[in-house]
């Protein structure tokens, strides 16, 4: 069965922790993006790789970091550099070229501060 | 960079009504818009999308309209079901922006039994 999954689904840090997400894809898909979503803010880019060992900054990239080091593979990690990490993570994939732009969207990881 | 601004944040519909849903964006060079709906507990799907050269967009009871001149593009879903409730993004993407999609802060349409 297709399709993007992230882990775990919900996830705890602790102050000064550093903490990864996991995001994997076997649909084939050179790009893949890391979303935060708050409430009443929508979706705002973090990071996104268009290629393997290729990624870029999104608009909040600031206190996170990734890897591209496989094509499947996007991890995040929130770093103990960001302040305010309590939201829900979304990481989606697409095809960068041609017509077909549709986000496949993974089932998200909610992250708390303990 | 592109900001699109998303209005309003909750709307509610008796069933069968129709709702509409707007976005204005601020970068003229955006060509393509994309709505994504997100029902409670799960992921967004894209649900229909238009690109700059096409004024209306139709599929079912959806339908999209983009008005390059006014730099908006408003959702229509007409005989509204139950199941339509969801929270509602709509996104903008820059030509040549590799992908960058922005998105609105979203619409939380709730139908009315």
């Known amino acids: 069965d297709g399709g993007i999954t992230q882990s775990p689904k919900y996830l705890f840090r602790k102050e000064g922790q550093n903490v990864t997400l996991s995001c994997e894809q076997n649909l084939n898909h050179d790009a893949m993006y890391w979303y935060r979503q708050d409430p009443g803010q929508g979706l705002r880019l973090i990071y996104y790789s268009q290629i393997v060992n290729d990624f870029q900054k999104g608009d909040i990239a600031e206190g996170y970091s990734v890897s591209r080091e496989k094509k499947e593979s996007f991890p995040l990690t929130v770093t103990s550099a960001q302040k305010n990490p309590t939201a829900f993570y979304l990481c989606?994939?697409?095809?960068?070229?041609?017509?077909?732009?549709?986000?496949?969207f993974g089932s998200g990881t909610q992250l708390s501060v303990l | 960079g592109e900001n699109v601004e998303q209005h309003p944040s909750t709307l509610s519909v008796q069933e069968g009504d129709s709702a509409v849903i707007k976005c204005t964006y601020s970068d003229s060079a955006s060509n393509y818009f994309p709505w994504y709906k997100q029902e409670l507990g799960k992921r967004p799907q894209l649900i229909i999308d238009i690109r700059s050269n096409v004024g209306e967009k139709k599929d079912q009871r959806i339908a999209v309209t983009l008005n390059k001149t006014a730099k908006h593009f408003s959702l229509h879903i007409t005989e509204t079901q139950p199941e339509d409730s969801a929270v509602y993004f709509c996104?903008?993407?820059?030509?040549?922006?590799?992908?960058?999609?922005?998105f609105g802060s979203g619409t939380q349409l709730t139908v009315l039994p």
């Open positions: 989606a994939s697409s095809i960068p070229t041609g017509t077909n732009e549709k986000l496949f």
């Open positions: 996104a903008a993407r820059l030509s040549g922006s590799a992908r960058q999609l922005t």
